[in-house]
């Protein structure tokens, strides 16, 4: 069997190396038009900050390692094409220039997500940067060590994470953010925690816009302000475009595979198209919520990983499952923790939810210890079924340990009753007696039993 493989980041990577454990006489080829193969792109930001100085601790596997199990790595190789009724791809190779063609038995599409870049005048122009591979890393470290003032425009996930580098290597920060609040994947009252603290604590190093309306990257050879529809400049050694990213999915709609209502591939629980014989996995497809059963696009490597081992065990005759996600999601800003899982309780309500939340403050551990620190969290449920949706969490505590250990209980549909019951474990070092979920969830239940009468 020939298994042709599109992609070699995470999912890409992983479906290679299974299959080939799989199937040892399996012949398995992989094309990635990058240089560099199965790395981990969520630690980039780490990388510029400087927690570590060799970029190549971030590639778990290299062409010389994959190449001594017997799977076949082209990187630098562009595919322009699928032709599924031939069962071939096509594309050209980007050193040289010389086209080639192969053909498949069992193909992937694992081409992940590209940055997007929004509608802004001379947004190609030197100096201004996205973040995703590694080149990229190498390129943005050079270039802040260099530097006094950096522009980020965004402030999700990438955003916050460049803004902790660029801060921490002692550049002055302007973040941008088109939207109302950074961090807008959580609700704006958590949103606004997140806000709070970093201008609070580095308000003087760092500057947050939002509602930021940018038109034009000023500059002649390379940039050297930002332009918002105000008339407001911003002068800036460099600048990043963290605005999102988007599905690469140019060649596989052109080939005729069905895109979702997300814009990104469908595909069923086996990671297989609607094309017979081609599979897809990774950023570039798309999930289902299995809270609220309904399509949702959130491209995380951890997703990606599982979604490349599902794929590559169907693409061998093994029958397996990959239900969904949940869309729970980590991250920090200095000793800043802030996560989350489910629904927010704004797509709750754009879904039909009857939303009723509970917010806690409270101590993560007993306050006499030396670690203490503070957790905010918010539970979303459902007012009629009483099902919780979904949850956010903040603070210096362990804000994580929490969404962790309710994402577990809403893949099972777990209520707000059921939670409340829940023997969480407690010594001083770990938790308070009771531990904030349960604080939470005895508010959702005293606001649910109210309601009823």
């Known amino acids: 069997m020939k298994i042709v493989i599109i992609g070699a980041v995470a999912a890409g990577a992983k479906a290679a190396a299974k299959a080939k454990r799989l199937i040892p ?15 981990s792109a969520c630690g980039l930001p780490y990388y510029i900050e ?5 970029v190549k601790k971030l590639i778990v596997r290299s062409v010389q390692d994959f190449e001594s199990k017997g799977i076949k790595v082209f990187n630098n190789h562009k595919v322009t094409s699928i032709l599924s009724e031939e069962k071939k791809i096509s594309g050209i190779n980007l050193i040289t220039g010389e086209k080639f063609d192969t053909k498949y038995d069992k193909l992937l599409i ?10 802004i005048k001379n947004a190609d122009i030197n100096g201004v940067f996205s973040l995703k591979t590694i080149d990229d890393g190498i390129n943005i470290r050079n270039t802040m060590l260099q530097s006094k003032h950096a522009v980020i425009i965004g402030g999700g996930y990438i955003g916050l994470e460049l803004l902790e580098a660029f801060m921490q290597n002692g550049l ?5 953010e088109k939207g109302f609040s950074i961090m807008n994947s959580f609700d704006e009252d958590i949103a606004s925690l997140i806000s709070a603290y970093i201008l609070k604590n580095y308000g003087d190093k760092i500057n947050i816009i939002t509602s930021a309306d940018i038109t034009e990257f000023i500059g002649g050879e390379k940039v050297s302000g930002v332009k918002l529809a105000n008339g407001q400049v911003i002068n800036t050694d460099f600048a990043v475009v963290c605005s999102g990213v988007k599905p690469v999915v140019d060649i596989a709609l052109a080939a005729g595979v069905e895109l979702g209502h997300t814009g990104a591939i469908k595909v069923n629980s086996r990671m297989l198209t609607n094309l017979p014989d081609i599979y897809a996995a990774g950023d570039c497809v798309e999930k289902i919520n299995m809270v609220s059963d309904t399509p949702m696009w959130v491209p995380l490597g951890s997703t ?22 949940l869309g729970s999601a980590v991250t920090r800003f200095m000793d800043m923790t802030m996560s989350r899982t489910g ?3 704004r797509v709750a309500e754009k879904l039909g939810y009857d939303v009723v939340t509970a917010i806690v403050t409270k101590r993560d551990k007993a306050g006499y210890m030396p670690a203490v620190g503070y957790v905010t969290l918010k539970i979303i449920a459902d007012r009629r079924s009483h099902k919780i949706l979904g949850a956010q969490s903040v603070g210096s505590g362990d804000a994580d340990k929490r969404i962790n250990t309710l994402s577990t209980g809403l893949i099972r549909g777990i209520t707000v009753e059921e939670l409340n019951d829940a023997d969480m474990t407690y010594a001083p070092p770990y938790s308070t007696s009771i531990d904030p979920l349960i604080d939470a969830a005895r508010i959702l239940k005293d606001k649910l039993a109210c309601c009823s009468n």
């Open 25 to 39: 006489e399996a012949e398995i080829l992989i094309y990635t038009k990058e240089e560099y193969i199965s790395y």
């Open 50 to 54: 400087g927690n570590f100085e060799d």
């Open 110 to 119: 694992a081409t992940g997500a590209e940055p997007y870049i929004p509608d």
């Open 172 to 176: 002055s920060v302007t973040l941008l």
């Open 304 to 325: 990606a990983n599982k979604e490349g081992r599902c794929a590559a065990l169907n693409m061998c005759g093994i029958v397996d499952d990959f239900e969904g996600i």
């Open 343 to 345: 629904l927010s309780s």
